[in-house]
Nanobody
Framework: QVQLVESGGGLVQAGGSLRLSCAAS????????MGWYRQAPGKQRELVAA???????VYADSVKGRFTISRDNTKNTVYLQMNRLKVEDTAVYYC????????????WGQGTQVTVSS
């Protein structure tokens, strides 16, 4: 069992910043990828950023240069610093943990709403 607890969403004006956090607990492999996805109304869920433990970070083109993903492996926590937010960043943001090796599986947080107003 894996639990992912997200925090940090909210309402912000365009150009502002927010920081999302996601703490994982439970059966976590030493080899894993933690990341953030988002889903806007009427759209499919899409990758925002992902960070393998000890690997290369991946960003969606739409957020490059504005968002930064980081993780604290001692706390099994992943962060998403979102700067220069745009109205089109409005979505529910989901944390994801993908386990490899000892425990295999993909796990999702409950989602946190990010709303950017113009």
């Amino acid at each position: 069992q894996v639990q992912l607890v997200e925090s940090g969403g909210g309402l912000v004006q365009a150009g502002g910043s927010l920081r999302l956090s996601c703490a994982a607990s439970g059966s976590i492999s030493s080899i894993n990828t933690m990341g953030w996805y988002r889903q806007a109304p009427g759209k499919q869920r899409e990758l925002v950023a992902a960070m393998p433990r000890g690997g290369t970070t991946v960003y969606a083109d739409s957020v490059k240069g504005r968002f930064t993903i980081s993780r604290d492996n001692t706390k099994n926590t992943v962060y998403l610093q979102m700067n220069r937010l745009k109205v089109e960043d409005t979505a529910v943001y989901y944390c994801n943990l993908m386990n490899f090796g000892t425990y295999v599986g993909s796990h999702w947080g409950q989602g946190t709403q990010v709303t950017v107003s113009s």
